[in-house]
């Protein structure tokens, strides 16, 4: 079955950089889009970053670009996103997630705090 676990999270100061990770399986992860969300506490969660299946093209919403970056590594069916210049509204649980076969998969989510 699809598995996402997600990585990397924790404390860290305004202005730092976290990099999170994920580890896909139970897929043909090479042929699919991924990507990462997150959910502040009272809010929508929302689409941070997306990556193609061959990593040539990533989008991402204004609110981080610039100071994200979404890669992946098809030989390890690993995901990344590099989180750099962290605000305190980056404080969120982050998700990796995939739409496979129409139904949407989610990790089980990693915190990320950026306060000082």
């Known amino acids: 079955q699809v598995q996402l676990v997600e990585s990397g999270g924790g404390l860290v100061q305004p202005g730092g950089s976290l990099r999170l990770s994920c580890a896909a399986s139970g897929f043909p992860f090479s042929a699919y889009v991924m990507y990462w969300y997150r959910q502040a506490p009272g809010k929508e969660r929302e689409r941070v970053a997306s990556?193609?299946?061959?990593?040539?093209?990533?989008t991402y919403p204004d609110s981080v670009k610039g100071r994200f970056t979404i890669s992946r590594d098809n030989a390890k069916n690993t995901v990344n996103l590099q989180m750099n210049s962290l605000k305190p509204e980056d404080t969120a649980v982050y998700y990796c997630s995939v739409l496979h076969i129409t139904r949407r998969y989610w990790g089980q989510g990693t915190q990320v705090t950026v306060s000082s």
């Open positions: 990556i193609t299946s061959a990593g040539g093209t990533t």
